[in-house]
Nanobody
């Protein structure tokens, strides 16, 4: 069973940092490709970053490249999104997603499981 729970969101000033975590209390996440997506108010959901099942392959959206880093610790059953140099346009609800496979990149339809989201607000 996969039940993803995100944490680490909050209110931060522009230029600050946050680290989001995505944990699964049930089955090990080591069998899943993982990703982060976000949805800002009034906008479509968009891809942020993805990591392969083994952690050897990652990708990030151009809008966050050089600022956000995805990682995973399969021993802790957790995936992280380190967010630095935050901007007001990063304000959104961030969702963790898991897909039954090795790598799905930025394709949301390939991810089977989704968390409830954690809100990130960046003030200017």
């Amino acid at each position: 069973q996969v039940q993803l729970v995100e944490s680490g969101g909050g209110l931060v000033q522009a230029g600050g940092s946050l680290r989001l975590s995505c944990a699964n209390s049930g089955r090990s996440l080591s069998s899943y490709a993982m990703a982060w997506f976000r949805q800002a108010p009034g906008k479509e959901r968009e891809f942020v970053s993805a990591i392969s099942r083994a952690g050897s392959l990652t990708s990030v959206a151009d809008s966050v490249k050089g600022r956000f880093t995805i990682s995973r610790d399969n021993a802790k059953n957790t995936v992280y999104l380190q967010m630095n140099s935050l901007k007001p346009e990063d304000t959104a609800v961030y969702y963790c997603a898991a897909g039954s496979g090795s790598w799905f990149g930025d394709r949301p339809e390939r991810y089977n499981y989704w968390g409830q989201g954690t809100r990130v607000t960046v003030s200017s």
